[in-house]
């Protein structure tokens, strides 16, 4: 078995425990001590938290949606192919190092979160 390599750690405002970015060969792992928080071979929660929020809101003229925290970009992703062009979303994202990673060796995981344009994201 391939052994999990660390890629990068962040501190999280208020927490005592680091955020941990992990690869194993082609999968990704986001920890928080030593709980998996999200893995990019499996984001089927991510997708169905964003179909949930859309299912609501998805044909509603000019709608508005925020997402509280970035991760690996899954929610940000699936929540774009289902709303409208006019829509517009808002990420909220408390550990800047989400984004850069999100924008650096991520990227390939979901490459329309670091180039949409129907919204912002946020650093708190």
Request: with cysteine; hydrophobic share 45%.
């Given at each position: ?37 999200m ?23 000019d ?62």
């Amino acid at each position: 078995m391939i052994a999990w390599e660390l890629i990068d750690c962040a501190e999280i405002p208020g927490a005592t425990e680091q955020l941990r970015l992990y690869r194993r060969d082609q999968e990704y792992s986001m920890r928080l001590g030593g709980t998996e928080l999200m893995t990019s071979r499996v984001h089927g929660s991510e997708d169905a938290l964003a179909d949930l929020a859309c299912d609501r809101v998805a044909d509603r003229p000019d709608c508005r949606l925020l997402i509280g925290g970035l991760g690996m970009g899954y929610t940000l992703a699936a929540a774009l192919r289902r709303l409208k062009g006019d829509a517009r979303v808002l990420v909220a994202e408390l550990v800047p190092a989400v984004i850069t990673w999100n924008r650096g060796v991520l990227a390939e995981l979901v490459p329309a979160v670091i180039t949409w344009n129907r919204g912002v994201l946020a650093e708190l």
